[in-house]
């Protein structure tokens, strides 16, 4: 590809509202530009990583038995109101009428229409089990689009879904995909783990996210130094915050004059109303590590309490339950708190802060136990505080470490949520009509080249891994009115296209630092110059990615580069 009319604008300064490098170098680097909030164009250097890094999840979603499919981005409302997702999903879920008014969604994610497709399509366990997947737009309306593509309102995900008639036989799906995972972001040359998850909105229950680590991660994992304990400790900071705050604190004190809030105040001023999320806090109760899960899709609607150890999940109904639960022997609900060591956030908690204070159930009564020092001997929260680093692993082996992940897949097992709401059936052996068994895997693309970036550059700019990068080498004639540069930069262009290179050819007439400067930030694998010593045959190879260089003789690039 001739650069002199190829589309990739380099900029030199960083643009004002990028915060992180990923965000920063595809805009400098001419990758991508905004269009809108949270919505982007791909340049044609952009557009080559896509296909690059879509060809790699082709490719292993093949492998593993996955069948191409390609599903509508708009999709009736009904079918949303069908599943039960119409509500829950909340503002993020993008809607629009046609012209006669029917209600319409922007797919933000693709259980209802292939639980609808498959349902129609497949009638008998002859055709099970099955994996439909499909790379595609996805639509969602984020709270705070930021850091570009990483979390924008418009991405392209692989989204895949499959089908079995036994548990065992999801279980092996599940299997399937996840390794794929494994394969696809270690062919992506991303340093990553995968972690025990939460299931959010979507449902289900067994679940591992895909997490690049970086520091600009909007996730923490706690993982063990020694095994392959790692679990997201999605910690809920605002909640922490408010519990930690100052007004919290003088709400405290104020416990016996109960106010009332309702939900909706609560959670506008929680910020967690229809923000889709999960918000959990891992900590050891007496050895046991226990997760606490407040649920917020739409409202602050449901908490949850499971030991991390036996994932048994227990919707907690009343102080004592929660007790139980957390093997402690008072009922301690609420946001309880001493210095800024607890933070629980269990059961009636939000209920409480409704009510106005840690303690009130119901309008004018209190829940036993929920003042720290007056309710409790402050030596019983010593053991309650949230997991920390060099905490025993919950497996026995090794220490608790911390780190900050990327989410950039997801993979879930969703058994029969969908298949049941959306009456997805089939007949087995004995003629019995059963409900499919499903599990769903999703791969953010756009956001995995983002962290493939944040993993990979220097000051000077991206450092392509070989197996995404748009083009294989930079051929750059560093002095385009030089006739032997010239001649031999045209002669080695063709050679290396003839020989199935892939070269972006720098023929511009710009000056040398230009070029260097802009090939440093575009950031191929392999760069090679020609200069002076053209007259000579001589050129000179660079390495992006360890700055090595060494001079070769055309004769022998081509077998030098490969
Ligand atoms: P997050 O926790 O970051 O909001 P999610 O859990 O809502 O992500 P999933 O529903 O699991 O996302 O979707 C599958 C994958 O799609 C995610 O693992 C992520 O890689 C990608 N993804 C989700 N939301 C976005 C977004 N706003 N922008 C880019 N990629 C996204
Ligand atoms: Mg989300
Ligand atoms: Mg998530
Ligand atoms: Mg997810």
Same mark, same amino acid.
């Given at each position: 590809?001739?650069?002199?009319?190829?589309?990739?604008?380099?900029?030199?300064?960083?643009?004002?509202?990028?915060?992180?490098?990923?965000? #920063?170098?595809?805009?400098?680097?001419?990758?991508?530009?905004?269009?809108?909030?949270?919505?982007?164009?791909?340049?044609?250097?952009?557009?080559?990583?896509?296909?690059?890094?879509?060809?790699?999840?082709?490719?292993?979603?093949? &492998?593993?038995?996955? #069948?191409?499919?390609?599903?509508?981005?708009?999709?009736?409302?009904?079918?949303?109101?069908?599943?039960?997702?119409?509500?829950?999903?909340?503002?993020?879920?993008?809607?629009?009428?046609?012209?006669?008014?029917?209600?319409?969604?922007?797919?933000?994610?693709?259980?209802?229409?292939?639980?609808?497709?498959?349902?129609?399509?497949?009638?008998? $366990?002859?055709?099970?089990?099955?994996?439909?997947? %499909?790379?595609?737009?996805?639509?969602?309306?984020?709270?705070?689009?930021?850091?570009?593509?990483?979390? &924008?309102?418009?991405?392209?995900?692989?989204?895949? $879904?499959?089908?079995?008639?036994?548990?065992?036989?999801?279980?092996?799906?599940? %299997?399937?995909?996840?390794?794929?995972? #494994?394969?696809?972001?270690?062919?992506? %040359?991303?340093?990553?783990?995968?972690?025990?998850?939460?299931?959010?909105?979507?449902?289900?229950?067994?679940?591992?996210?895909?997490?690049?680590?970086?520091?600009?991660? +909007?996730?923490?994992?706690?993982?063990?130094?020694?095994?392959?304990?790692?679990?997201?400790?999605?910690?809920?900071?605002?909640?922490?915050?408010?519990?930690?705050?100052?007004?919290?604190?003088?709400?405290?004190?104020?416990?016996?004059?109960?106010?009332?809030?309702? !939900?909706?105040?609560?959670?506008?001023?929680? %910020?967690?109303?229809?923000?889709?999320?999960?918000? &959990?806090?891992?900590?050891?109760?007496?050895?046991?590590?226990?997760?606490?899960?407040?649920?917020?899709?739409?409202?602050?609607?449901?908490?949850?309490?499971?030991?991390?150890?036996?994932?048994?999940?227990?919707?907690?109904?009343?102080?004592?339950?929660?007790?139980?639960?957390?093997?402690?022997?008072?009922?301690?609900?609420?946001?309880?708190?001493?210095?800024?060591?607890?933070?629980?956030?269990?059961?009636?908690?939000?209920?409480?802060?409704?009510?106005?204070?840690?303690?009130?159930?119901?309008?004018?009564?209190?829940?036993?136990?929920?003042?720290?020092?007056?309710?409790?001997?402050?030596?019983?929260?010593?053991?309650?505080?949230? !997991?920390?680093?060099?905490?025993?692993?919950?497996?026995?082996?090794?220490? !608790?470490?911390?780190?900050?992940? !990327?989410?950039?897949?997801?993979?879930?097992?969703?058994?029969?949520?969908?298949?049941?709401?959306?009456?997805?059936?089939?007949?087995?052996?004995?003629?019995?009509?059963?409900?499919?068994?499903?599990?769903?895997?999703?791969?953010?693309?756009?956001?995995?080249?983002?962290?493939?970036?944040? #993993?990979?550059?220097?000051?000077?700019?991206?450092?392509?891994?070989?197996?995404?990068?748009?083009?294989?080498?930079?051929?750059?004639?560093?002095?385009?009115?030089? +006739?032997?540069?010239?001649?031999?930069?045209?002669?080695? $262009?063709?050679?290396?296209?003839?020989?199935?290179?892939?070269?972006?050819?720098?023929?511009?007439?710009?000056?040398?630092?230009?070029?260097?400067?802009? &090939?440093?930030?575009?950031?191929?694998?392999?760069?090679?110059?020609?200069?002076?010593?053209?007259?000579?045959?001589?050129?000179?190879?660079?390495?992006?990615?360890?700055?090595?260089?060494?001079?070769?003789?055309?004769?022998?690039?081509?077998?030098?580069?490969?």
């Amino acid at each position: 590809m001739r650069q002199r009319t190829y589309l990739t604008p380099t900029l030199r300064d960083i643009p004002a509202d990028a915060e992180i490098k990923s965000h #920063q170098l595809m805009l400098r680097a001419g990758f991508i530009r905004q269009t809108a909030s949270g919505i982007y164009s791909y340049l044609p250097l952009g557009k080559k990583v896509l296909r690059k890094v879509e060809a790699i999840i082709r490719d292993e979603m093949d &492998s593993a038995g996955g #069948q191409e499919v390609f599903l509508p981005a708009i999709q009736p409302a009904e079918l949303w109101e069908e599943s039960g997702r119409l509500g829950d999903y909340g503002p993020e879920l993008m809607r629009l009428k046609d012209r006669h008014g029917r209600d319409f969604v922007l797919g933000a994610t693709h259980e209802e229409v292939i639980t609808t497709l498959v349902r129609d399509e497949v009638q008998t $366990y002859k055709k099970l089990p099955i994996n439909l997947y %499909q790379i595609q737009t996805k639509y969602r309306d984020e709270r705070r689009p930021r850091f570009g593509v990483l979390r &924008s309102r418009e991405f392209i995900m692989k989204d895949a $879904y499959s089908f079995d008639t036994s548990q065992e036989g999801l279980d092996k799906s599940y %299997q399937a995909m996840y390794q794929a995972y #494994q394969n696809i972001f270690s062919r992506c %040359q991303l340093d990553f783990r995968a972690v025990e998850a939460d299931s959010g909105a979507i449902g289900g229950t067994d679940t591992h996210e895909f997490m690049v680590l970086s520091d600009i991660g +909007e996730d923490t994992i706690a993982y063990s130094d020694q095994s392959g304990f790692a679990a997201n400790v999605e910690i809920a900071p605002v909640v922490c915050d408010y519990i930690k705050s100052d007004e919290a604190i003088k709400e405290r004190e104020l416990v016996d004059t109960p106010n009332t809030r309702t !939900i909706a105040e609560l959670s506008e001023f929680l %910020q967690v109303k229809a923000e889709s999320t999960i918000k &959990s806090l891992l900590f050891i109760v007496n050895e046991d590590p226990v997760l606490v899960l407040v649920r917020g899709d739409h409202e602050v609607n449901e908490i949850k309490v499971r030991n991390a150890f036996n994932k048994a999940t227990v919707e907690l109904a009343s102080p004592e339950e929660t007790a139980k639960v957390l093997n402690c022997e008072t009922g301690f609900i609420g946001p309880v708190g001493v210095s800024d060591k607890v933070t629980i956030i269990a059961d009636k908690a939000v209920e409480a802060i409704v009510n106005g204070i840690c303690g009130a159930n119901e309008k004018d009564k209190h829940f036993r136990n929920v003042n720290p020092g007056r309710d409790f001997e402050v030596s019983r929260f010593e053991d309650l505080r949230l !997991i920390q680093e060099g905490d025993p692993s919950p497996d026995g082996q090794g220490t !608790i470490k911390f780190a900050m992940g !990327i989410e950039v897949g997801h993979v879930f097992k969703l058994g029969t949520k969908y298949s049941e709401a959306l009456g997805a059936k089939y007949l087995d052996e004995n003629g019995k009509s059963q409900t499919m068994i499903m599990g769903c895997y999703g791969i953010g693309v756009t956001r995995t080249i983002a962290a493939i970036i944040e #993993q990979n550059h220097d000051e000077n700019g991206i450092v392509w891994p070989v197996s995404v990068a748009p083009f294989d080498l930079h051929l750059i004639a560093i002095n385009v009115k030089d +006739e032997d540069q010239k001649k031999l930069s045209e002669d080695l $262009y063709e050679t290396l296209v003839k020989e199935r290179f892939e070269v972006l050819y720098d023929d511009r007439p710009e000056r040398a630092g230009v070029k260097f400067k802009d &090939s440093d930030l575009i950031g191929l694998p392999v760069r090679v110059a020609v200069g002076k010593k053209a007259s000579e045959g001589i050129v000179e190879v660079k390495l992006r990615k360890t700055g090595e260089m060494l001079e070769v003789h055309v004769s022998e690039l081509v077998e030098k580069l490969t």
